[in-house]
């Protein structure tokens, strides 16, 4: 994490649950103040911290692995953590553009229509 943040990790080895409440908390205070957590590239860890327990509380999550409450949606947490963070940079990505077909799939749609 040092690496990372150029902060020191934290210890917290025994005190997991305490430290995830300190980390809801701090990003609850964010949005109550209506600031974004610090970071320009990569949000701080306590928000970082939020938004994976957030994300094992909705329901992708759920539906994925079968576990956590799946009691949040995840356009939920999105819109939550676009508030902390601004907007990431994918978010107004339309994937792929519509590209024409290669000339190998040109050669393969013409092969497999001449059988």
Same mark, same amino acid.
């Given at each position: ?5 150029? &902060?020191? @990790?934290?210890? !917290? @080895? ?7 409440? &300190? ?10 103040? &209506? ?14 911290? !939020?938004?994976?327990?957030? !994300? ?12 956590? @409450?799946?009691?949040r ?14 907007p990431?940079?994918? @978010? ?13 799939? &040109?050669?393969?749609?013409? !092969?497999?229509?001449?059988?």
């Amino acid at each position: 994490m040092a690496l990372s943040t150029g &902060k020191p @990790a934290p210890t !917290f @080895a025994g005190h997991e649950q305490a430290y995830l409440a &300190k980390c809801k908390e701090h990003a609850e205070q964010l949005l109550r103040q &209506k600031n974004r957590g610090e970071g320009d590239t990569h949000p701080e860890v306590d928000v970082r911290v !939020f938004a994976l327990s957030a !994300f094992a509380e909705s329901d992708v999550y759920a539906a994925l692995t079968g576990r956590g @409450a799946g009691s949040r949606r995840l356009v939920d947490i999105d819109r939550i953590l676009e508030r902390l963070t601004g907007p990431s940079e994918s @978010a107004r990505d339309e994937g792929l553009p519509r590209m024409p077909p290669s000339l190998v799939e &040109k050669a393969e749609e013409e !092969f497999s229509s001449a059988k």
